[in-house]
């Protein structure tokens, strides 16, 4: 078969690209090595940004969003037992919105299944071909059979882990890589939040944040060492280890349940440059990682899905190739602004089994620099709610 613009991948990327593209009047095939029930089980982070909201909205798949959202005007800090409001909404003008990007994943495929765009899930051993010339493809497998999709443009929004970026020869793509020495261990639970606010806690013995779902579902995470096994995670040693770390008061009003969900993800930078190989064209997390701190993963992938399609509708318009051409270094200048914030972040309320006296009592330094000046406050806010596009 032929279509225009072949997806590779059926996450957040992928799927807001096709609905975008779609809208504009672009046709695509979306190839997804997953099942349905198991893309929309997948829990992810919780935070957007106003521009992704925006965006969501621009896509047509805003409306539960809108309803269902949770709007925060400010967000805390809390270290050396004491907790700092940064007032988001009183030092930039915006605000942040909490709404689970598993229900965005339900939403895309909601739209697109009503839609009927061609999403088809359970293709196997995708591979890419003919990236440099002027007639690109996709094959795969599907129920025994193998299948091609010829088309002009290729968008690999197919993860970290997917195949798109590794169809890049070695020598034409940089990386620039940093792998944390812990992890984050999540739990959702069916529990009031703890505070309506998110808390980023660093405390002597790890990191914890608390953040949310909805005014009934909570989601926690500890930091833990990379290699954590879940399984010695019980839900009472997870919840005492919580309490331990978040202020004292937050502690005494902390409600704990049982958990629906328990897992460890590793942290991590990695940057590939450049987004763009001849036909391919690479979005969100097959091109970029950043660490949980900050929640900027699906905000990133976000903005590089509205550079691409604005740059693909562009051409389809009117053969124009310039938003082409520069989509790489567009996305990437965001890119590395997030990157940066969410190393920063990282590093400010983390512990780090390796830092040095020094690096701990600057570390202290610096959050204390934090809730006693406005300017550092400001430089947080901005970053958190979102760069301008
Ligand atoms: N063939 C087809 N599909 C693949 C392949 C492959 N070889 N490899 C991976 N995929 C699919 C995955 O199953 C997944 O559904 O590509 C999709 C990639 O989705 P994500 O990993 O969610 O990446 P992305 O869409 O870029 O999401 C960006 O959204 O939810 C957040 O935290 C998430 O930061 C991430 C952001
Ligand atoms: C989440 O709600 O899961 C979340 C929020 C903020 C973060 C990371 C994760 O920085």
Redesign the pocket.
């Known amino acids: 078969m032929r279509t225009q613009v072949g997806i590779?991948?059926?996450?957040?990327?992928?799927?807001?690209l096709a609905r975008l593209l779609g809208l504009a009047g672009i046709e695509t095939a979306v190839?997804?090595?997953?099942t349905p029930e198991?893309?929309r089980a997948?829990v992810?982070?919780g935070l957007l940004e106003q521009g992704t909201v925006d965006l969501l909205a621009e896509a047509g798949v805003g409306e539960r969003l809108a309803r269902e959202r949770l709007i925060h005007e400010g967000v805390e800090l809390a270290f050396d037992g004491g907790r700092h409001r940064i007032d988001l909404k009183g030092l930039t003008g915006r605000v942040v919105t909490i709404y689970g990007?598993?229900e965005?994943?339900k939403d895309l495929m909601d739209a697109h299944a009503a839609t009927g765009t061609n999403v088809v899930y359970e293709?196997?051993?995708?591979s890419l071909h003919g990236l440099t010339g002027d007639a690109p493809r996709l094959r795969?497998h599907k129920g025994g059979s193998s299948h091609e999709i010829a088309c002009d443009f290729i968008a690999g929004?197919?993860?970290?882990?997917?195949?798109?970026r590794q169809a890049i020869p070695q020598e034409v793509i940089r990386i620039y890589e940093r792998v944390y020495p812990f992890g984050w261990l999540g739990i959702l639970s069916d529990t009031r939040p703890v505070n309506h606010e998110l808390i980023y806690a660093n405390s002597e013995r790890g990191f914890a944040l608390c953040t949310m779902r909805s005014m009934t579902r909570s989601r926690y995470y500890l930091q833990v060492p990379a290699d954590e096994d879940v399984a010695d995670w019980p839900d009472a040693r997870f919840w005492t280890e919580l309490k331990r770390r978040i202020p004292a008061d937050a502690a005494a009003a902390l409600q704990t349940g049982p958990s629906i969900e328990k897992s460890v993800a590793p942290l991590r930078s990695f940057v590939a440059e450049p987004m763009r190989y001849g036909r391919l064209f690479l979005?969100?997390?097959?091109?970029h990682?950043?660490p949980?701190t900050g929640a900027?993963?699906?905000?990133?992938?976000?903005a590089?899905v509205r550079f691409l399609a604005a740059a693909l509708v562009a051409h389809y318009s009117g053969g124009d190739t310039d938003l082409m051409d520069g989509y790489s270094a567009r996305c990437l200048q965001r890119v590395w602004k997030a990157q940066r914030f969410s190393w920063w972040m990282t590093g400010l309320t983390h512990r780090f089994p390796e830092a040095s006296a020094f690096e701990r009592r600057a570390q202290a330094a610096e959050l204390a620099y934090l809730a006693s000046s406005k300017a550092a406050q400001m430089t947080l806010a901005e970053n958190y709610v979102g760069l301008p596009l």
């Open positions: 590779v991948g059926g996450g957040p990327a992928g799927l807001l190839l997804e090595r997953r198991y893309l997948r992810r982070a990007q598993a965005i994943q293709a196997e051993d995708v795969y929004c197919d993860g970290f882990h997917g195949v798109s979005a969100g997390d097959a091109a990682i950043v949980p900027k993963g699906l905000n990133l992938a976000a590089d």
